[in-house]
């Protein structure tokens, strides 16, 4: 069996890929799944919760950043990295969030992003 170097590094946005890869993917797959049930566009709230460890180191370890820009389409090993901190402080600034790049919704992060430090 060969294996590539792609199979033995994931690629993310860090500073844990191990925390950044997974959540990003998730987040991103939620929403194409809105997408292909035709909800997107009647969406108008996400609330998206982490537990374990992702919960538990949360902002240190990049899980919030990821599942924003998971939500608004992006790829680990496709997201622009020098565009992610304007993007993430305009998300921030606005209280908006483009799901899959395209539709608009309110997202304030302080209740629509929430991390359970104790609860698995």
């Given at each position: 069996m060969s294996v590539?170097?792609?199979d033995i590094f994931k690629i993310g946005i860090g500073p844990s890929s191990s925390h950044t890869v997974g959540p990003m993917r998730a987040a991103c797959t939620f929403a194409l799944g809105l997408r292909e049930r035709g909800l997107l566009d009647k969406t108008a709230r996400i609330k998206s919760e982490l537990y374990g460890s992702l919960g538990a180191t949360g902002k240190?370890?990049?899980?919030?950043?990821?599942?924003?820009?998971?939500?608004?389409?992006?790829?680990?090993?496709?997201?622009?990295?020098?565009?992610?901190?304007?993007?993430?402080?305009?998300?921030?600034k606005d209280k908006r969030l483009r799901l899959l790049g395209s539709h608009g919704?309110?997202?304030?992060?302080?209740?629509?992003?929430?991390?359970?430090r104790r609860e698995s």
């Amino acid at each position: 069996m060969s294996v590539s170097v792609l199979d033995i590094f994931k690629i993310g946005i860090g500073p844990s890929s191990s925390h950044t890869v997974g959540p990003m993917r998730a987040a991103c797959t939620f929403a194409l799944g809105l997408r292909e049930r035709g909800l997107l566009d009647k969406t108008a709230r996400i609330k998206s919760e982490l537990y374990g460890s992702l919960g538990a180191t949360g902002k240190g370890h990049g899980s919030d950043k990821a599942v924003l820009l998971g939500l608004e389409g992006d790829a680990p090993d496709e997201v622009d990295t020098e565009a992610v901190p304007a993007r993430l402080a305009a998300i921030r600034k606005d209280k908006r969030l483009r799901l899959l790049g395209s539709h608009g919704i309110a997202f304030d992060e302080k209740a629509d992003l929430v991390m359970y430090r104790r609860e698995s």
